[in-house]
């Protein structure tokens, strides 16, 4: 049985600023869980693989290996958090 080398988890990309949306009109309810930073179309993850994509456009899986990511890190911020916790509903009414 061949050995699994765990690598470093993906960096962000060095020559990428986050994509700056305003909060209400971008990736409806995708934030960071503790700036709560909303990453745009245009932000990219890195993968242990080396291939380049939007975590959220696959819900955290690479496409070239399939690694599955339980955490990602903010590009904003560069907290780690688990990828579930990106995902919130905005469609909560909080009522005074």
């Given at each position: 049985?061949?050995?699994t080398v765990e690598l470093e988890p993906p960096k962000k ?49 690479c496409p070239q290996c399939g690694k599955q990511w339980l ?26």
């Open positions: 049985m061949p050995a990309l060095p020559q990428h600023a986050p994509e700056t949306q305003p909060a209400h009109t971008h990736n409806g309810g995708i934030r960071c869980p503790k700036c709560h930073w909303k990453p745009g179309d245009a932000d990219r993850w890195v993968c242990n693989c080396e291939h380049v994509w939007n975590t959220f456009q696959t819900h955290g899986r955490e990602t890190q903010c590009l904003n911020c560069g907290e780690w958090s688990p990828h579930e916790a990106w995902y919130v509903d905005e469609t909560v009414s909080f009522s005074a």
